[in-house]
């Protein structure tokens, strides 16, 4: 991944102890080379390797103790900087209702973005109503239906009418039912189509929205360009929300859009789950391409997930390492936390673990595991390492699983056995770290 080849970058000059011009010149090529990679738009590539390239060839970085640490930092600026900087948060206006339109192609994300945005604007207080605009796709309205029901808020569908009437009608209830937010879900084409703009540009007419977001997929290559300026053109956009950053994408999408729109990001999405989308933070990203760590996305998270009594045995967890009791404990709250890989994907080096892993932590075997600790004696629990192939074989029957998952099971709490280690130190040099300054 893009974090990795950067970090073996880095590690590369961090051996070198004083850096020549050629150290960053070979340097600035691995990173040109892991960023086209990943897909980030070529123009922006170029820009930023000349930009980092030229600050770190200064006398004050070349002569410095540690010129690899500064070079790390540049690269980590000259990201924020492309990212975009400040934090751009989505601000309402004091119209009511207030409407929010999101546009983008077909599959983009849309309607998932949508019904997240709308369970955040609740949580925050609000009482948003979601608008089914997308007439075209069969099940549209009912996927937005059910999802809205998921998270409690109303969904505004309009069976049969078109999607100006829709959209205006639904702005109608909200004034009827005082729902002080609408959120219109739009329809998309796979590929930019007239037809499709052309209603996205009425709708827009007809409402009149105070944001329109465009929903742009972290999987979306070099083609990213022809997208964003389509929709720039057309239908004009006040921010970006990106979807899918928690799949397998390689990410440059996300790298490029503030370049080549000149539109801030405004929120990340990062699983399908309503609570998965992020303020976007260009500094927390930029960290955490770099490998270097979300500490604050992971504190929130936390925070968000956890009461006082699982963050204490975290804690201990953290201090005496852990049983299988700990192992169904934590699964169910980083089940609750938007799953092991968004919380893995987070930590320092921690998509390096997750790969080192086989990518195998999925989510969907945390119903397994539980089943398979249930099946398990309390002295099992507590002192893993007594378990036997006969007694893997009981917990298989036990759990409806086979002895191959027992293993699997066994080696992943091998595993994490390991990087609760490893967090441990982790947490011990954050700590140090911040003393140092
Ligand atoms: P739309 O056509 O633009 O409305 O796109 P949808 O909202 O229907 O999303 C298309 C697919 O992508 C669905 O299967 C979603 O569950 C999935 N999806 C959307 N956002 C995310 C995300 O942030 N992460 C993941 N993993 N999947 C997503
Ligand atoms: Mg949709």
Known sequence: SLSDRLNDTFDRLRGKGKLTEADITSAMRDIRMALLEADVNFKVVKDFVA?????????????????????????????????????SK???????????????????????????????????????LL??????????????????????????RGDGAHPIEIAQGAVREAVDKMRDVVIVDTAGRLQIDEQMMQEAVDIKKAVKPDQVLMVVDAMTGQDIVNV???????????????????????????????????????????????DSLEVFSPDRMAKRILGMGDVVGIIEKAQEAANAEQLEAAERMLRDGFTMNDMLEQMRMLKKMGGMKSILGMLPGGQRMLNQMGGSIDDS??????????????????????????????????????????????????????MMGKMRTMAQQAQGGKKGK
């Not at 057309?234 to 080549?260: E, M, N, P, Y």
């Open 90 to 128: 989505l601000v309402l206006s004091s119209r009511i209702p207030n409407v929010i339109m999101l546009v983008g192609l077909q599959g983009s994300g849309k309607t998932t973005a949508a019904v997240k945005l709308a369970y955040l604007l609740k949580k925050q207080g609000k009482s948003p």
């Open 51 to 87: 930009k980092t390239k030229e600050r770190c060839l200064t006398a004050e970085v070349m002569d410095s103790l540690t010129p690899a640490q500064n070079v790390v930092k540049i690269v980590l600026d000259e990201l924020v900087e492309l990212l975009g900087s400040t934090e």
């Open 228 to 274: 964003v300026s389509t929709f720039a053109e057309r239908t004009d956009f006040d921010g970006v929300i990106i979807s899918k950053l928690d799949g397998d994408a390689r990410g440059g999408g996300a790298l490029s859009v503030r370049a080549v729109t000149g539109k801030p990001i405004k929120f990340v999405s990062m699983g399908e789950k309503p």
């Open 365 to 418: 075997v945390f119903d397994k595991i539980e089943a398979m600790i249930q099946s398990m004696t309390k002295q099992e629990r507590v002192k893993p390492s007594i378990i036997n192939g006969q007694r893997r074989a009981r917990i298989a029957r036990g759990s409806g699983t086979t002895p191959a998952d027992v293993n699997n099971l066994m080696k992943q709490w091998g595993e994490m056995n390991k």
């Open 131 to 156: 608008a089914a605009c997308d007439v075209y796709r069969p099940a549209a309205a009912d996927q937005l239906a059910t999802l809205g029901g998921e998270i409690g808020v109303p969904v505004f």
